[in-house]
């Protein structure tokens, strides 16, 4: 299947900093990425959808002043958590998926947020 | 609102042993289902879907699920495990084909005895 890297896989940072995610898709072009997140034991919950070129579209409750996305290219889309705070740690995971070649979506390996 | 339930936060299976890993989903229209597996430090890699047609589905790495809509169950089960396969599991509701906008369960964290 098509591979989706995420990097980087673990991040500390201290509380009050900005921390950025970055989602590629290595041999397919990503019309489409989404961004979930995964508190301890519990499901993963999509935070937000991005298309190419577009503004991404957040689901409720997610705040998009907070949780930055940009998928400025077809490769490319990056997290930016914005004045992290503990409660910010977490689990996050991208998928993305060509909508042209209407193919599944692939998932990267995540990320664990640590916030200090 | 769609929903996933996996009632088994751990399973502990021999090796060669068989295995279930349970799943029951809430969704107003047909259901696209989804099982995904993940090892540690890696990605989710999809295990199997169900979209219509035949409701016994049959997956990568010996794995196969059975939708069944009266129980609006989705079931994992393999007839022989291998140590290979410890890892954690998720059951997962689209809206779609192209499994946009997953709803995922809380997963089932296998582990294999020798």
């Known amino acids: 299947g098509a591979v989706v890297s995420q990097h980087p896989s673990r991040v500390i940072c201290k509380s009050g900093t900005s921390v950025k995610i970055e989602c590629r898709s290595l041999d397919f072009q990503a019309t489409t990425m989404f961004w979930y997140r995964q508190f301890p034991k519990q499901s993963l919950m999509l935070m937000a959808t991005?298309?190419?070129?577009?503004?991404?579209?957040?689901e409720q409750g997610v705040e998009k002043d907070k949780f930055l996305i940009n998928h400025a290219s077809l490769t490319l889309s990056t997290l930016t958590v914005t004045s992290a705070h503990p409660e910010d740690s977490s689990f996050y995971i991208c998928s993305a998926r060509d909508a042209r070649q209407n193919t599944e979506a692939f998932f990267g390996q995540g990320t664990r947020l640590t916030v200090v | 609102a769609q929903s996933v339930t996996q009632p088994d936060i751990h399973i502990t299976v021999s090796e060669g042993a068989s295995l279930e890993l349970r799943c029951n989903y809430s969704?107003?229209?047909?259901?696209?289902l989804f099982w995904y597996v993940q090892s540690p430090g890696q990605g989710l890699q999809l295990l199997l879907k169900y979209f219509s047609g035949d409701t016994l589905v049959q997956g990568i790495k010996g794995f196969e699920a059975e939708f069944k809509r009266s129980q609006s169950s989705f079931n994992l089960r393999k007839p022989s495990v291998h140590w290979s396969d410890a890892a954690e599991y998720f059951c997962?509701?689209?809206?779609?084909?192209?499994?946009?906008?997953?709803?995922f369960g809380t997963g089932t964290r296998l582990t294999i005895i020798p």
């Open positions: 969704y107003g229209a047909t259901p696209y």
């Open positions: 997962a509701v689209g809206a779609n084909f192209g499994n946009e906008k997953l709803t």
């Open positions: 991005s298309n190419e070129g577009s503004k991404a579209t957040y």
